[in-house]
């Protein structure tokens, strides 16, 4: 069974959505630990309810980022962590993380990237006037928001959107797709090349769109 480790800096709607889709069985996997860089991310509250392991590490107790990192890294290895979830987690992951875990670290950004990466993805997409975006799934690289996309999930920027109302629309896919992807990496179905994600064996997925639920 696979054995994930989390990340978070904040309210961890994300990191819930993979813990109900461990307890429901349609993610054979198990959250092994909960790390979080803020010691009052709402993240810990659910780790705490589902009797998750979680630590707190604070940046500012390293000399450098790096040093930061290679401890995450440490523990995660300790708890023996096979895929790193970002969920909410708000830094741009260093060198000594990614080298520990090649490939096996996933991240979650709110807009149909390579569009609109950083913070307020949903907000740079309004200010923009695009009238799709969404949410993307994608192996983590040292770059921010950058690496292979896994899945994609559009959404209509509607008139009227405000940031709320669209960030609303997005996290309703964000907490579909995480988990699918958590799923297809769990079953060895994802095969990468160069940037390129292929699913294998997986039709409704391979188009890269998650149609909306019928209303
Ligand atoms: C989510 O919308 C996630 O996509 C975003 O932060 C939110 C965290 O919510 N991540 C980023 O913007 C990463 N660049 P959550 O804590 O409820 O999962």
């Known amino acids: 069974m696979l054995k994930i480790g989390v990340l978070a800096s904040g309210r961890g709607s994300n990191f819930q959505a993979i813990i109900d889709a461990v307890e429901n069985k349609k993610l054979k996997a198990s959250v092994e630990i909960l790390i979080t860089d803020n010691l009052s991310a709402f993240a810990i509250e659910r780790a705490k309810k589902h009797n998750i392991k979680h630590i707190f590490i604070n940046l500012k107790d390293f000399?450098?980022?790096?040093?930061?990192?290679?401890?995450?890294?440490?523990?995660?290895?300790?708890?023996?962590?096979?895929l790193v979830i970002l969920a909410g987690f708000m830094r741009i992951v260093r060198k000594p993380l990614i080298d520990a875990f090649p490939h096996r670290i996933m991240n979650i950004h709110p807009a149909l990237l390579p569009s609109f990466p950083g913070l307020h993805g949903q907000k740079q997409a309004l200010d923009y006037?695009?009238?799709?975006?969404?949410?993307?799934?994608?192996?983590?690289?040292?770059?921010?928001?950058?690496?292979?996309?896994?899945?994609?999930a559009a959404v209509p920027v509607l008139p009227g959107d405000t940031e709320d109302t669209l960030s609303e629309r997005i996290l309703v896919f964000e907490h579909k797709i995480y988990p699918e992807a958590v799923m297809l990496f769990s079953e060895g179905r994802l095969e990468i090349k160069g940037n390129i994600v292929r699913i294998k064996d997986h039709p409704q997925v391979s188009s890269n769109i998650v149609n909306p639920p019928n209303r």
């Open 129 to 152: 006037g695009v009238k799709i975006s969404g949410c993307t799934v994608h192996f983590v690289d040292e770059g921010m928001d950058t690496g292979p996309v896994i899945i994609q």
């Open 63 to 82: 000399a450098t980022k790096d040093e930061f990192f290679k401890r995450i890294a440490n523990e995660m290895k300790s708890c023996g962590v096979e």
